[in-house]
């Protein structure tokens, strides 16, 4: 009996794998081969599932933020802190950090690539939504107060994630998220305003 093969599991796996290789070598140093042995697989099948290095890069990059936005939608329903469910987008344990580094791999890259660029541009509004999304189900009312905090939250949690992974014994887990707390408070306490 041959084999059934999840094209769209082995795909998930290389991307992943892509992703390790980006976040230990960079973004300029990645090769297909280097993917395919993460992978443990060989490099003929990587270019059998993207037809490219760009494409199997981009693959990666889809997944760092596929998993991040997962993550936050697997605990929205449950989770009452707000904080804690904004902190799944912080670089606080290996697996996130590894999404921070293949991010900040592509935002060079972006710069330089204007369909690139239109594609962070695409995954940022979508980010931003999805804050909005959850500021609602906190209990904020919708409308542009909200879409502000929902920016002002973004441009927040970029700035302590690059600080953490350029720094990480001066922004370990616990002070990443006493500063999501502090300066994400005020935000919050303009949006309480408005709710009152």
Not at 11 to 40: F, N, P, Y
Not at 43 to 61: E, I, N
Not at 136 to 159: F, H, Q
Request: charged content about 25%.
């Amino acid at each position: 009996m041959p084999k059934i093969v999840d094209h769209e599991e082995r795909r998930r796996a290389i991307s992943a794998a892509a992703c390790q290789v980006i976040a230990t070598k960079g973004l300029a140093h990645t090769t297909v081969r280097d993917i395919a042995a993460e992978a443990g697989c060989t490099t003929g099948m990587v270019v059998h599932y993207f037809a490219d290095k760009r494409a199997v890069l981009r693959a990666a990059l889809g997944a760092a933020s596929t998993a991040v936005a997962d993550r936050v939608t697997r605990m929205a329903p449950e989770s009452g802190d707000l904080y804690e469910l904004l902190s799944q987008c912080l670089p606080m344990d290996r697996t996130r950090r590894v999404e921070w580094q293949v991010w900040i791999a592509f935002w060079d890259w972006a710069t330089h690539d204007t369909e690139l660029a239109r594609e962070q541009r695409t995954r940022y509004r979508a980010w931003r939504e999805a804050l909005e999304l959850v500021l609602t189900s906190a209990g904020y009312r919708p409308g542009p107060d909200l879409a502000n905090a929902a920016e002002s939250l973004t441009i927040l949690i970029d700035g302590i994630g690059i600080q953490a992974v350029f720094d990480p014994e001066r922004f370990p887990p616990d002070r990443q998220l006493e500063l999501l707390r502090n300066q994400a408070a005020p935000i919050l306490a303009e949006l309480d305003e408005i709710r009152s």
